[in-house]
């Protein structure tokens, strides 16, 4: 069983920045891929970012040059650090941990960005 938990979210202005966490524990395999989703009002949950064990990461076309996600594998712990934040980057933000195809979801945490 793996349990994973976000924290970070809040109230934030355009143009500023927030750093979301996100802690895994529990039978966590030396490999396993880790991603943060977010599913703005509305709409349908879509991919933020993700990283590998070994650093390769991926990022929405949304969110290049303003969010950095990395990763502390002897925590096992994801970050995202979100900069430039702009209104349509309001979601709640849930991370996503692969290990071995089974998929395990935190709860979310919202993020609201004020213009």
């Known amino acids: 069983q793996v349990q994973v938990v976000e924290s970070g979210g809040g109230l934030e202005q355009a143009g500023g920045s927030l750093r979301l966490s996100c802690v895994a524990s529990?039978?966590?395999?030396?490999?396993?891929?880790m991603r943060w989703y977010r599913q703005p009002p509305g709409k349908q949950r879509e991919l933020v970012a993700g990283?590998?064990?070994?650093?390769?990461?991926n990022y929405a076309d949304s969110v290049k040059g303003r969010f950095t996600i990395s990763r502390d594998n002897a925590k096992n712990t994801v970050y995202l650090q979100m900069n430039s934040l702009k209104p349509e980057d309001t979601a709640v933000y849930y991370c996503?941990?692969?290990?071995?195809?089974?998929?395990?979801w935190g709860q979310g945490t919202q993020v609201t960005v004020s213009s």
């Open positions: 990283i590998t064990t070994g650093g390769a990461t």
């Open positions: 996503n941990v692969v290990i071995n195809s089974w998929n395990y």
């Open positions: 529990g039978s966590i395999f030396s490999f396993n891929i």
